[in-house]
């Protein structure tokens, strides 16, 4: 009977976890948009990817992105059931219209090396990174939007807030992520902006919106109005940006 109610309670404190069946939608559709062929894809480009070199050692924090986001979900997931959804909100929304996007407006780039001028293990990786990952979808660039998404949500989260380490370290990976996107060539300098912008469009609905209808769980962000989350929200990316250019 103990391990019956043990039980209960723990279906019933994470009950939120059924959000995870995104993952349901997610997983099957990006597969078929990767495999599938036939298609006469969008080949995207900017005149300034011609002035970013190619630096293999930006695969540290590409492949961290995966431990970043995971690490991040699951915080909230055990810490604030509150966050965890609005930061799943976020996401979510803006994976969705990255699917939707690439399945009506096939898209892809044509910037990766052939040749590379160093053989290291840094480049060792790179090379297994294009030999798995396609060049194609990549408009707007996932590893940017849910950077900039988690960074969100760290910085909205009262209990972090008490700890500044743990939010610049976490704002400085997310730099460090956007930029080694270019830097490694897997996207354009244009699906960094639309990242951007898809983000700051989102960002009102999901924050703003939500801590006006919720002022308990954050009564000091309820002042903010949707002009103030734009103004952040683009301030915090025209940043981003600016270092990613650098």
Same mark, same amino acid.
Request: glycine share 4%.
């Given at each position: 009977? =103990?391990?019956? !109610?043990?039980? =209960?309670?723990?279906? %019933? ?9 995104? @993952? *349901? ?14 298609? +006469? ?7 300034? +990817?011609? $002035?970013?070199?190619?630096? !293999?050692?930006?695969?540290?924090? $590409? ?11 699951? $915080?909230?997931?055990?810490?604030? %059931?509150?966050? *965890? ?8 929304? #803006? &994976? ?11 898209? #892809? ?17 790179? %090379? ?13 660039? /996932? ?18 807030? %008490? ?15 956007? &930029? ?13 902006? @639309? ?5 700051? /469009?989102? $960002? ?24 103030? #989350?734009?103004?952040?929200? &683009?301030?915090?990316?025209? =940043? /981003? ?6």
């Amino acid at each position: 009977m =103990k391990a019956i !109610e043990a039980t =209960k309670k723990i279906v %019933k404190r994470y009950s939120h976890a059924w959000v995870f069946l995104y @993952a *349901f939608i997610y997983m099957p559709w990006f597969l078929y948009l990767e495999r599938r062929t036939g298609v +006469d894809y969008y080949i995207i480009h900017s005149p300034i +990817d011609n $002035y970013i070199p190619f630096v !293999e050692y930006f695969i540290v924090p $590409y492949l961290l992105w995966f431990l970043f986001i995971a690490v991040t979900v699951g $915080y909230f997931f055990f810490t604030d %059931k509150w966050g *965890f959804y609005r930061l799943c909100a976020f996401l979510f929304t #803006g &994976m969705t219209l990255f699917l939707l996007i690439c399945t009506f407006f096939p898209n #892809g780039l044509n910037l990766r090396p052939v040749v590379f001028e160093r053989n290291n293990i840094f480049v060792d990786l790179v %090379k297994t990174l294009y030999s798995t990952d396609t060049p194609t979808n990549v408009l707007p660039s /996932i590893h940017v939007f849910n950077s900039i998404g988690v960074s969100i949500a760290i910085a909205h989260s009262n209990a972090l807030k %008490k700890h500044r380490m743990v939010q610049c370290s976490a704002y400085l990976l997310a730099m460090l992520i956007i &930029m080694s996107t270019v830097f490694l060539k897997q996207h354009s300098v244009t699906d960094v902006i @639309a990242a951007i912008a898809m983000a700051c /469009i989102i $960002y009102p609905f999901v924050y703003v919106t939500q801590e006006k209808k919720a002022p308990s769980y954050h009564t000091s962000q309820s002042n903010h109005s949707i002009r103030g #989350g734009y103004q952040l929200c &683009m301030q915090n990316s025209v =940043k /981003i940006l600016s270092q990613a250019m650098k």
